[in-house]
């Protein structure tokens, strides 16, 4: 260990947010992005894909002859809470007609509609120095469906997967996602 080790360890859960924004004198909206409680953790996956093109007589894996042929990323979150807009985005779903006053009906549609995307969906740890780390992926849609298991004695987790999509109008090279790495001048307060 050295005296940076602290500086470079992500500790706990993290929290989860929605539609993250960031304006000069204020800070990032984590207090209003907030998108629910979780339980167990989150799991984060940015993934290039490879392929390695093969030449006769190679029968190794030869440098130079690897092509980056894509990326994939994802958030795998288990939220404890299970509001009304997690549920309708894990539907693919839009509001319908009650006949009970007391409740919104959410039901499943055909189609997916720029609606269903959140605009980013941010994971903001922090390091052992209280030091935040950011990942913010653009264009997320929950992939997994909803999918509920209730226990006796259990909170009901639902683990939801929220995966980034390039714009339409983007070069469709790379994935909208930025890492927000805090640099060693970062006051460990900062950000809220």
């Known amino acids: 260990m050295t005296a940076e080790t602290p500086k470079n ?3 706990g859960a993290g929290t989860i947010h929605k539609n993250v924004t960031y304006t000069t004198g204020t800070g990032w909206n984590f207090e209003d992005s907030i998108i629910g409680a979780t339980q167990g953790g989150s799991k984060l996956s940015i993934v290039p ?8 007589g190679a029968v190794v ?4 002859l690897k092509v980056k ?3 994939e990323a994802l958030m795998e979150i288990n939220f404890l809470e299970i509001n ?10 839009e509001e319908g007609t009650s ?6 009906v959410l039901q499943t549609k055909p189609d997916v509609t720029d609606g269903d995307y959140y605009d980013n969906v941010a994971f903001v740890g922090q390091t052992l120095d209280k030091r935040q780390i950011i990942v913010i992926m653009e264009n997320v849609l929950c992939t997994s469906g909803f999918e509920s298991e209730g226990k006796n004695k259990e909170a009901g987790v639902g683990k939801y997967t929220f995966t980034s999509h390039a714009d ?5 090279q790379t994935l909208p996602v930025k890492v927000y790495y805090p640099k060693d001048t ?3 307060t900062q950000g809220n």
């Open 49 to 56: 894909s490879f392929v390695d093109v093969e030449a006769d």
């Open 61 to 64: 894996l030869v440098k130079g």
């Open 69 to 71: 042929t894509g990326e």
């Open 168 to 172: 339409i109008t983007s070069d469709l």
């Open 9 to 11: 360890i992500l500790f």
């Open 84 to 93: 009304r807009d997690i549920m309708k985005h894990a539907l693919i779903g």
């Open 186 to 188: 970062q006051a460990q």
């Open 99 to 104: 006949e009970d006053p007391n409740f919104t």
